[in-house]
C-alpha cells in the first residue's frame, strides 16, 4: 500500500493531512492542465479511430507503440480513456506517417 502523502492513499480511504494535501496538488494540477487547453484525460474515440486508420495502412499495434514511444513493443491504451499527450502523439503519428 502507498505511504502516507499519496493520492492512491487517499482514493483508498485515508483522510489525513498529507493525504488531502496530496489531492489538492493533484487537482490543482489537472485545473491548471484544463486551464491551458490540455486536459490530463481525453475520451478515447479519437485515438482509437486514429489506430484503425493506421492497421488500415498495415502498421501493427506494436509498431505503433513503438512511434509512440513504448517501453514494450505493445499498443495498450484505454477503451473509454487516454491521456491528451497520447491522442497528441498519435495524432503526430498520423500526419507524420508518409
Known sequence: MSGHGTTARYWRGCRCLACRAALATYRAHQARLCAQGVAGRVHATVAWRLVRHLE?????????????????????????????????KLRQLWESRA
Not at 60 to 88: C, D, E, F
Request: no cysteine; proline share 3%; aromatic share 10%.
Open 56 to 88: 488500415r495502412e498495415g502498421w501493427t499495434r506494436g509498431r505503433i507503440g513503438q512511434a509512440l514511444g513504448r517501453r514494450w513493443p505493445k499498443l495498450n491504451l484505454g477503451v473509454q480513456w487516454v491521456r491528451a499527450s497520447t491522442l497528441a
